[in-house]
C-alpha cells in the first residue's frame, strides 16, 4: 500500500510538471501579451484622436461659415476643427495646456455668440478671420510652416487636444452663451466694454478685474515716440482746428480716466480726443497710457496690448502657470459665469 501511494504521488507530480504548469505558465503570459496589446492599441487611440475631431453633437452649432477677409471667400469648417485654426492663430502654443483649453472654450463661446447675434455682419457668413474684427485664424498649413519643423508636430498635437479636451464646454452667464471678448494683455486689469466700444453696452459678467504677472510678458510694456511736429500733423488728418501750444503747461494732458486706469479723454492742446480714438490713430498697443513731453519729443508709455476686455490671454497663462485649471481661469476673468456642455 505503501508503495503504491507513494507511486500515485509521483504520477500526480508528474502530470502537475508535463501539463498543467505549462498550462498555467502560458495563461499568465497570455495575459501579460494580451495587456501589452491592449496597451498598444490605447495609445494608438489617442494618438489617433489627435489628429481628428472628436465626434459631439453640437446640433444647429455644428458647422460654421468663416469668410476668408483677404479673398472673400467662405469656408465651411465643423466647429472644433474651425477651433484648431483659431487656437493655434490666437495664442502661442507654448502657453501651458490650462491656458490653451481657456481660450478654447472662449473662442467656442465667442463663436457661438456671433452666430446667434451678428446676423447680416458677414452676409451668409457666420464670422470672419479678421483679428480686429471676430477672431483670428490660420490654416493648418501655414501655421506649420510658421512653426521650427521640430515643434510642428508637437505644437499642433497640443492645438488640438485643448480644443478636444473641452469638446462642446461654453460659458454661460444665467444659461446664455456669453459674448467671451479676450485680448492679449490687460496691464494688470481688465477694461469694461462701454469704455472701449462707444455707445456698447455692458455685461454683467464682463467686470474689470485685476491679474498678477502679466509683466512678465514682453506684451505688458510698449513705448511710442513721436515729434511734436510729427504729431500735430498727425491728428490734423482728423481734426483739421487742431492746435497745440508746445511752450503752454499742459498742453497736452490726459483728462479723465476709466475705471480701470485707462485713459479716456486726452487734451491735445484745443482738442479734446477720446483715449481709444488716441490707440488707434498713434497705434498704440492699449488706451492704458502715459504721456510725457521731452525735448522735441512725445513719449507715450503704453501698458498692456488690446482692448482689455475679457479674458487676457498672458493673464490665462501666467494663471495656470501658477496652478489654476481653465475653469477658474475663465471664471476670474468672466464674473459670475457657468462652464456647460452644449
Ligand atoms: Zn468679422
Redesign the pocket.
Known sequence: MKYVNKYIMYIMIFILIIFILPAICTKKLAGKVQREEKGKQNEEQTKESKDETIEHDYSKYGTIKL?H?ENGQIEEFRIDEYLYGVVSAEMPANYEEEALKAQAVAARTYTIY?ILN?KG??READ????ST??QAWISKEKRMQKWSEEEREKNWNKIVSAVNSTVGKIITYNNEVINAFFHSNSGGKTELASNVWIGGKDFPYLQSVETSGEDGYSQYSSEVTISKTDLLEKLKQEYSDIQIKYEEDECIKILDYTQSGRAKTVKFGNTEIAGTKVRSLLELKSTNFSIKLEGENVIFSVKGYGHGVGMSQTGADSMAKTGSNYEEILKHFYTGVEIMTI
Open positions: 469668410l477677409k456671433q451678428s455682419k458677414h464670422i470672419c478671420d479678421d474684427c471676430c
